[in-house]
């Protein structure tokens, strides 16, 4: 029992800070979601963090922000947030899956979201964090409903203890979405910061993008304070001029110009775009549990700013990351913030010049028992492995020559390892972290690379890729895995009905796999949450078995395996130069390389942005 009225269910979540619960309700007859803080977490930041979070919370009445039922500390001390558990998924995550929204449902994202930091700011709350990720939509009998999460980065009026949390010079928030007068004068919070982020979340949700956009925090700060973003209508046919003047409004350098309110945002925005109210959602339910977004989303990134000396009144910002309340879930939506460097402590954000430790720590068995249960049984059977020639006009050598091959039950992860999961084994000291943030082909140089997600908070639940084969290997042991074998993979991949891609159908489009620019559709610049696709999901329900990452498999490769495999259980050649990789990746804009036969050989020292994996176990 946490309480004398809340009993514990099912953990649904674990991080680094905490685990999450489903627990029932005794009085209230419900299910709610039970967070609690990890009891080794001494330091006081984040124990007030986690206060603030829920006095926040249950000050503001809103049906629009999540509620806050109870918090406290059990007899061990052990602290503990009892909240509202919801049915749907955040915007990020809508937005990941499906594009950008129609400019009626971006109104409504803005109607909502807007009447939560109302009521927010008239009870003397400033949020600090509004951000697609924290933004949670519902299916309420048809109609589309949002709710306001994550209050552990708010400010509170009043409440001289929160002082402590950031230092002199110090944001917190998410640098995207940060506005510019808190970027000229870090002192000046209130209202006005929420309303900018409001404003960002609406550009994001018409186009796609962020409004303002750089390869480090320095410039997009830059960006920020100089007003430099694009136009909308630049980036979406049916956007027009009243669309281009309303945002030019809302990221005003006068504030006094910019609106009010979370209301007169949405009043203005209705009027420039000729919108009706309409709050019917093109819905595609689906359960993804509140405790595992809030988990996630409870990271505040703080962002140190500071002036460098020039002569011109322009601001400039240079910028170092601490994730300070961040844990990494198991599964759920990621928490944004922006790419920590490489001096952030290992029980934040991720460090890319960090050691592996001496002493290896074991993986918990509950973490262990949660991936088990979370695979996908492949039964045995024979299926068509290869390609061939007479049906697929991409067919290569090193796929020929096709064949049926029987394989013995085994389960593999449905979706790819994120970079939450492998952090766990990189801060037990199984995995290595030494150089997993840039790239190295063909055995070149080691090149560091933005586009590798290790130690980016903001993608916790992206594919965790920039690792050696033994790297992957070392993951899927660390949890009692192996890698799949090549057939394994293809197996899982396309059945047993001989099939071109996962999907049915003879194309592949950004519909049903994360892409290269060139496809048509795509915005593909990097790769995409491990949940993403879902209709390229395989014949089995694996995602993105095609697109987002390559995937490492435990074969050597070799071009002429195939003419001389067994028909049963083959895991490759003894020896060779390469590693196996399948899958395609991001940066692939022809449907060929993402065909389920596709193979390619890589040197086992290789680290690329495109490369990932996922892995297997044995099952009888």
């Known amino acids: 029992m946490v309480t004398d009225k809340v ?6 979540g674990e991080g680094a800070m905490g685990e999450v619960w489903v627990g029932f309700h005794e009085t209230l007859k419900v299910e709610v ?12 930041d984040a124990k007030e963090r986690f206060g603030v979070e829920a006095a926040a919370a249950a000050k503001i009445k809103s049906p629009h922000v999540v509620r806050t039922f109870d918090h406290g500390k059990m007899h061990d001390g052990t602290l503990y947030i009892v909240m509202e558990l919801l049915e749907g998924e955040t915007l990020q995550e809508r937005l990941d899956r499906d594009g950008p929204l129609s400019v009626g449902d971006t109104f409504e994202v803005l109607r909502q979201i ?9 009870s003397g709350i400033v949020h600090r964090d509004v951000k697609p990720h924290n933004i949670f939509l519902m299916n309420h009998q048809g109609e589309m409903f949002i709710k306001l999460l994550d209050f552990g980065s708010a400010k509170i009026t009043g409440q001289t203890r929160t002082a402590r949390l950031t230092l002199p010079g110090m944001l917190v928030g998410t640098p995207e979405y940060i506005s510019r007068d808190l970027i000229t004068d870090p002192k000046n919070i209130n209202y006005r910061t929420d309303l900018w982020a409001l404003g960002a979340v609406a550009y994001k949700c018409l186009t796609g993008e962020v409004p303002f956009k750089g390869q480090a925090i320095g410039e997009i700060c830059q960006a920020i304070v100089d007003g430099r973003f694009r136009r909308p209508s630049k980036l979406r046919k049916d956007l027009t001029k009243r669309h281009d003047e309303w945002f030019a409004r809302v990221f005003s350098h006068d504030s006094a110009a910019r609106p009010a309110s979370g209301a007169e945002m949405a009043r203005t925005f209705q009027t420039s775009a000729g919108v009706e109210r309409r709050a019917r959602w093109a819905w595609r339910e689906r359960l993804s549990l509140l405790a595992l977004v809030l988990s996630v989303a409870l990271a505040g990134t703080a962002i140190y700013l500071t002036q460098r000396p020039r002569s011109s009144s322009r601001a400039t910002a240079e910028a170092a990351v601490s994730n300070t309340t961040a844990p990494a879930a198991l599964t759920g939506a990621p928490s944004a913030s922006a790419p920590a460097p490489a001096s952030a402590s290992p029980s934040a954000a991720p460090s890319a010049s960090a050691s592996v430790d001496a002493a290896v720590e074991p993986a918990p068995k509950g973490f262990i028992d949660a991936l088990r249960s979370s695979r996908i049984e492949i039964p045995s059977g024979p299926f068509f492995m290869g390609c061939a020639a007479d049906k697929d006009r991409d067919c290569r050598a090193d796929e020929r020559p096709g064949r049926n091959v029987k394989l013995a039950t085994f389960a593999i992860d449905r979706v790819e390892v994120s970079v939450a999961l492998y952090q766990k084994c990189a801060e037990a000291g199984a995995c290595g972290k030494e150089q997993v943030n840039g790239y190295q082909l063909d055995g070149g140089p080691f090149t560091p690379s933005d586009k590798c997600n ?4 903001e993608r916790f639940q992206h594919p965790m890729n920039c690792l050696t084969w033994d790297e992957a290997k070392s993951f899927c042991e660390w949890v009692e895995a192996r890698l799949p074998t090549e057939a394994e993979w293809e197996k899982a991949a396309r059945g047993a009905d001989r099939r071109r891609f996962p999907w049915s159908g003879d194309f592949a489009n950004c519909q049903l796999a994360v ?27 694996l995602l993105n078995m095609a697109g987002n990452v390559r995937e490492w498999v435990s074969d050597w490769y070799d071009a002429h395996y195939y003419g001389k495999s067994p028909s049963k259980d083959p895991t490759g050649p003894d020896k060779g130069e ?22 390619e050989g890589l040197l086992p020292n290789t680290r690329s942005i495109h490369l990932g994996f996922r892995c297997a176990a044995d099952r009888k």
């Not at 807007?114 to 008239?122: F, M, S, T």
């Not at 940066?587 to 036969?597: E, I, K």
């Open 7 to 12: 009993s514990l269910v099912k953990r649904i």
């Open 33 to 44: 979601a039970v967070k609690f803080l990890a009891g080794d977490l001494d330091h006081p």
């Open 114 to 122: 807007g009447k939560a930091l109302d009521a927010a700011h008239a």
């Open 454 to 457: 290790w130690g980016r908070p």
């Open 515 to 541: 892409m290269g620019e060139g496809a048509a559709g795509c915005r593909a610049s990097g790769t995409w949450s491990v949940n993403a696709k879902r209709p390229g999901a395989s014949p089995f329900g």
């Open 578 to 599: 390469k590693r196996g990789a399948r899958g395609g990746s991001w940066g692939n804009a022809v449907g060929r390389f993402l065909r389920t036969s596709a193979r």
